[in-house]
């Protein structure tokens, strides 16, 4: 079973990841590295036990990591849980979309385009061929997990921004929007100090528009002090609502 994991710096993973999050990281809990990771000895299109950083080496901890633990233990024996993270911190959803991805970095500062460069600046391509490349090895794809939307405070177009984009990905992977949900997680909350906090509302309106989609709430999730990002407790909570989320389906 294999899940798509796409977004800006809350899906890349902005909190330094502890030593408890790369002990007992279970065996049937993989990763597809999306890129190189020389630190790590990963190569982009391999399967690796599913210890952090997943997006790419100098990322953290992630929604996916404790997503996809909490998915193993609610799984029979014999299955496993894959996971691939494809996330550029700062970006808009336009970034996502290859009609739009060349031009929208053109005006990006240094470090998002240093980013960006490792999916050579198009990430749904690359999320494409290594989801392509999972069907392969005999994965199935079953959902689609999203953490976007900070740089998108206030675009109510958003929600039709995110339709394209899964309608896109289920056309080219050829998939079914019934058997492939989207899960959506809210931002940052306002009572943890999220800056961006205005946008839950709008996130909360995906389902109108993606009948599939599911929402998965940030309540409770403890913040950074930057006001964006989760701290790893916060990971870990939300990463298990994903979860929940998408068993419930």
């Not at 050829?174 to 989207?182: N, R, S, T």
């Not at 950074?224 to 979860?243: N, V």
Request: glycine content about 10%; charged content about 25%; overall charge negative.
């Amino acid at each position: 079973m294999v899940y798509l994991c796409m977004g800006q710096s809350n899906m890349e993973g902005a909190a330094r990841y502890e030593e408890c999050d790369t002990v007992d990281v279970p065996e049937r809990f993989v990763m597809m590295s999306a890129v190189d990771m020389p630190g790590k000895g990963r190569r982009k299109g391999e399967w690796y036990t599913a210890c952090p950083p997943l997006a790419r080496q100098s990322t953290g901890l992630t929604p996916a990591d404790y997503f996809g633990r909490e998915m193993v233990k609610a799984m029979p024996e014999d299955v496993k849980i894959g996971v691939i993270n494809v996330a550029v911190g700062g970006c808009k959803i336009e970034l996502f979309d290859p009609a739009q991805c060349y031009d929208y970095m053109k005006n990006q500062p240094d470090w998002m385009k240093n980013f960006a460069s490792g999916y050579e600046n198009n990430p749904y391509k690359r999320m494409v061929e290594m989801a392509r490349k999972a069907q392969a090895d005999g994965g199935v794809i079953k959902g689609i997990l999203l953490h976007q939307g900070e740089s998108n405070t206030g675009d109510k177009e958003w929600p039709v921004k995110v339709k394209d984009l899964y309608e896109r990905l289920l056309a080219d992977l050829e998939l079914k929007a019934e058997d492939v949900p989207l899960v959506a997680g809210e931002m940052l909350s306002a009572e943890e100090g999220g800056q961006c906090a205005s946008m839950i509302d709008i996130v909360r309106t995906l389902p109108e528009v993606i009948p599939t989609a599911k929402v998965v709430s940030s309540a409770g999730c403890k913040g950074a002090p930057d006001g964006l990002h989760f701290t790893a407790e916060g990971y870990r909570e939300i990463g298990r609502r994903y979860a929940q989320a998408m068993l419930n389906n």
